[in-house]
Antibody, heavy 121, light 107 residues
Framework: QVQLVESGGGVVQPGRSLRLSCAVS????????MHWVRQAPGKGLDWVSV????????YYADSVKGRLTISRDNSKNTLFLQIHNVTSDDTGVYYC??????????????WGQGTLVTVSS | DIQMTQSPSSLSASVGDRVTITCRAS??????LNWYQHKSGEAPRLLIY???SLQSGVPSRFTGSESGTYFTLTISTLQPEDFATYYC?????????FGPGTKVDIK
């Protein structure tokens, strides 16, 4: 079955960088757009970024543009999110999620369980 | 960017009730409007995509509709497992913004 497993979260100091990974299985990774969505403590879902099925097309939330980089390795069935110069606003659970198709505009139909990022000195 | 609003922000209901949640987009999103259910500690779950298409495996008591930039999620007969937070999301134009959520709890 479809599985998405995030890793790389933890406690990170303000100003440092962090790379999250999402290992997927159970489907043809290279045929789907992929997203990152986060949820700060006590807050709602916050869409972060999307990458096209083949990698060259990427979009970001305005709040993170310039500090976050989404990427993927279709040969390793893995999605990444690099976060530079982390701030307390980056604290939260980060979900890796699959779009329903190759289209960037497709709804997200599968989600990982999330990885918690805590920004603290 | 397209802003999404939802109403109400929370509601209390009883098992068996009919529940309606509204989502409004600040500009056209065509029918690129999706609804998700999220329970604390769990992964979110897609309920409705394309404004009114039921995701596979989702019970038919969940329905979605649209009228211009207004979208509605209806739960026809609330079940105990439906107590959760519901979010709309537009995927018409990046950034693909979510609404602030509607928490449905037990009356």
């Amino acid at each position: 079955q479809v599985q998405l497993v995030e890793s790389g979260g933890g406690v990170v100091q303000p100003g440092r960088s962090l790379r999250l990974s999402c290992a997927v299985s159970g489907f043809t990774f290279g045929s789907y757009a992929m997203h990152w969505v986060r949820q700060a403590p006590g807050k709602g879902l916050d869409w972060v970024s999307v990458i096209s099925y083949d990698g060259p097309h990427k979009y970001y939330a305005d709040s993170v543009k310039g500090r976050l980089t989404i990427s993927r390795d279709n040969s390793k069935n893995t999605l990444f999110l690099q976060i530079h110069n982390v701030t307390s606003d980056d604290t939260g659970v980060y979900y890796c999620a699959r779009g329903k198709s190759t289209a960037l505009s497709a709804a997200v139909d599968s989600w990982g369980q999330g990885t918690l990022v805590t920004v603290s000195s | 960017d397209i802003q999404m609003t939802q109403s109400p922000s929370s509601l209390s209901a009883s098992v068996g009730d009919r529940v309606t949640i509204t989502c409004r987009a600040s500009q056209t999103v065509a029918n690129y409007l999706n609804w998700y259910q999220h329970k604390s500690g769990e992964a979110p779950r897609l309920l409705i995509y394309g404004a009114s298409s039921l995701q596979s495996g989702v019970p038919s008591r969940f329905t979605g509709s649209e009228s211009g930039t207004y979208f509605t999620l209806t739960i026809s007969t609330l079940q105990p497992e439906d107590f959760a937070t519901y979010y709309c999301q537009q995927t018409y134009s990046a950034p693909f913004t979510f609404g602030p959520g509607t928490k449905v709890d037990i009356k």
